[in-house]
């Protein structure tokens, strides 16, 4: 066994290595450990993306000392490491550009454990990227929805106690469905190991037998991810979670968080039931209807704020809904454009949040559109992350949105029937609705003060430092170089995804 | 149909008791009855699975007078998931209660809907 196959194990006990520690650090030493931890496991995963690129394939990594059928496991293929390389990127770079403001937000002596949360939180990305068993998978939702938790809870008022209550009782309701979900499997399959799930659901499948059950589970399964990752009907608790939070959590909980889910749903679908289950039952059409009702809905919801956060927010909802939608076609291509917006969104959205706070700082904390005319002069760096940001999410050529876009068209026009123009007008509509919320912002955000308003001007609260500029334009860099060099990181993901089934 | 219900005796009841708390969870206005509510529902997937992996006349998996036969024990992999379910719902618990304690402590109130338009009220 290779050296590299440790990594991805290192890097899951490194984080919540990482997590133990900070509780007992002060608030700097916790913030650079924290970035320290952040930046390792990139690097870690990336080595191990590169050793899944030279060899063929992936590999199974046992945990302690039994083996298959009894033992836990994680599993490392082409796609697990390309997603946890992109997100630990994502997070660190998040967390080094969002800290600037963190001190407006919660107490400096209980900073700490805001980074205790931060790694948690990415100790359980990493294990629901990598992870075989589906009872560890369950276990780790639940230590990423408690921390998500506390990353809102972080500030102290009102507004952000409800949103965070209403979020801990959406996301229990979601977490006993899934258990009820993944126990009832259990007691039609006897496993709890992917490979050996999936082969004893294809016989139950085969012989008819438990079919009632099985739909269940799918349902069971299907609906607490999906309330989870914020799908439309169940996306509630999302715009008060997302705006009341601060920013720099709001852009992992949007960015990340979410995302952890939805690949796992995906790995439910691929390795756990099987596609071609998946397809028979009609939970599929649900998830195209939630998604594209998401896509529309979410973005017409967005166009009415007048607060830019929760602008923000409710595009994240449609983001989702395109995800959900890729997803719900069924094919290779759907999938793969699914995951490659999944991306796009994971990268995308934490600039947004952070670079709309970093505007609204500079603005003397008002949220409403009102206040932020020539708000990128007042704090360039921010200007220039939000455009880019924006023009990905509307996708315009160049970054990646666009080739997500394209991709999840051209895997629409293989779809039967009236699905087709349902998908490619939905594509149509969503994307007119995002350009009109987003431009309009960037355009108002750009839009030189009166020479009243320069004189009125608030004075900033809390200016970014350069570092966090520095973080902030790297994400927004990093959102042009997945434009450009798409196809390795498509490569990766089709291929990991070829060997799911 | 009936009788399918009653051989699975436990599995009904607890699937039942899921759904009294998940409504209690739900649409419950006490946040206290809400925390109540979310442990019934954890238990009644505790007593689903504890019942899937019993089985009648045998002993818990605790090797005693060196018995190995297999045969003389139930399934303990259901009993160790609902060890780490436990722990899970007890910290979901305890992070609820001290969400509530803060809420009580704003708005003197346990009421979830007049929390919110208290809330609403304040000034952002």
Known sequence: MAFVQNFPFFSILLCMFGGIVTSVLNKKAAKWATLLIAFAVFVLNALTWRYTLQTEGSYAFMMGHFPAPWGNEIRVGRLEAALATLFSLVMFLTLAAGVFNLDNHAEPQKQNLFFVMADLALAALLVMLYTNDLFTAYVFIEINTIAACALIMVRQNGHTLVSATRYMIMNLLASATTLLGISMLYGITGHLLMPQLQQSVAALHQSGQYQVPLTVVILLLTVGLGIKSALFPFHVWAPDAYTNAPPVSAGILSGLVSKGYIFLLIKIYYRVIGIEVIRAQYVLNILFVFGILGMILGSVSAIRQQDVRRMIAYSSVAQIGYVFMGLSMGTQAGTVAAIFHMLVHAIAKPALFISAAAMTDASGEHKSFHFLRGAAYREKAAGIAFTIASMSMVGIPLTAGFISKVRLSTAGMSQPGFAKYIILFALALSTLLNAVYFLQTVVHIYRRPTLEEQLTAPCPLRPMRKINRLALLSLSALTIILGILSGPIIQSIFVGLLSFS | ?124
Not at chain 2, 60 to 68: D, E, F, H, Q, S
Not at chain 2, 74 to 103: E, K
Request: hydrophobic share 50%; glycine share 6%.
């Open chain 2, 1 to 124: 149909m009936p009788q399918q219900l009653m051989v699975n005796l436990e599995q009904t009841f607890s699937v039942i008791l899921f759904g009294i708390g998940f409504t209690l969870l739900l649409l419950h206005r006490n946040l206290i009855k809400k925390i109540i509510g979310l442990n019934i529902m954890d238990t009644a997937v505790y007593l689903f699975l504890t019942s899937l992996g019993y089985i009648t006349g045998r002993e818990a998996p605790i090797v005693l007078n060196g018995v190995t036969d297999v045969e003389m024990y139930i399934n303990p992999v259901p009993s160790g998931l609902v060890l780490t379910g436990i722990v899970v719902s007890v910290s979901f618990t305890a992070i609820m209660l001290a969400l509530v304690i803060r809420l009580y402590r704003r708005y003197r109130t346990l009421d979830i809907d007049e929390i919110t338009l208290l809330a609403r009220k304040e000034v952002k």
